[in-house]
Each structure stands twice: as structure tokens, then as C-alpha cells.
């Protein structure tokens, strides 16, 4: 079964250089809660290269989220800053790295269009 949140670290860690991010730079660590234990992931951002290890050493941001919430934001199920606002997410110190990252989050999957049913006459 595919993990949507390791896929996701990985495929960013791969692409190297984000066009979208050249003015930025900090590190954001996700520690991502599931079942009473924590996975960190910590992202290096340095004017627009990227970079991914897994640790929970010091970081400029820190994200404090559980893991299904994660994988919902990572597959455009759920809006990053909108799950901020509902108190879903905690973050502490740079909280623009976030919102710069979510750049990279894919946006929400298509939806079917709906369908309209004809009125007899």
C-alpha cells in the first residue's frame, strides 16, 4: 500500500529546484503524529533548492499535525491553511515558510461534473 506523505517527501526531495521558491530560505520540520508516536520530516529550503531528511532536529518551522490530515493535504484533499485557521494544524516560529511551501502542494483533484436532469413539459 503506497504512503502518500512518504511519496510525497521523496518526489520533493528528487525535483531539487523549485522556480516558485527562489526567494525563500529556512528549514520546516513536519512532525506528523499517528497512534501515539511522531515521523519527522525536515525540509531545507535555500533559494529554491530543496532538500529532505528524516529527523527532528531544530528547524525555523515546525509543524505540528496528525499524519491522515498530512496525507489529505499532500493529495489536495484538504487546503493547508484553511485546516491552520480550524486549529488542525500547530505552527511554531516562521509560519510564511509554510504558506511559501504549500505552493507545492497539489491543488484539489477534479470533480466530476455534475449532472443536471431534464424537466418534462
Not at 491522515?68 to 510564511?96: C, K, P, S
Amino acid at each position: 500500500m503506497s504512503d502518500p506523505t512518504a511519496d510525497y517527501f521523496h518526489n520533493l526531495g528528487e525535483h531539487g529546484r523549485y522556480p516558485l521558491l527562489r526567494a525563500t530560505s529556512g528549514t520546516i520540520r513536519f512532525d506528523l503524529g499517528s497512534d501515539g508516536h511522531a515521523e519527522h520530516w525536515r525540509v531545507t529550503i535555500d533559494k529554491g533548492h530543496i532538500e529532505v531528511s528524516r529527523g527532528s532536529e531544530h528547524a525555523d518551522c515546525v509543524v505540528h499535525v496528525a499524519k491522515t490530515l498530512f496525507d489529505g493535504m499532500v493529495t489536495g484533499q484538504v487546503n493547508t491553511m484553511a485546516a491552520v485557521l480550524r486549529g488542525q494544524i500547530d505552527v511554531e516560529g516562521e509560519l510564511h515558510l509554510i504558506v511559501m511551501l504549500q505552493r507545492l502542494f497539489p491543488g484539489r483533484p477534479p470533480q466530476p461534473a455534475p449532472t443536471t436532469r431534464r424537466h418534462r413539459k
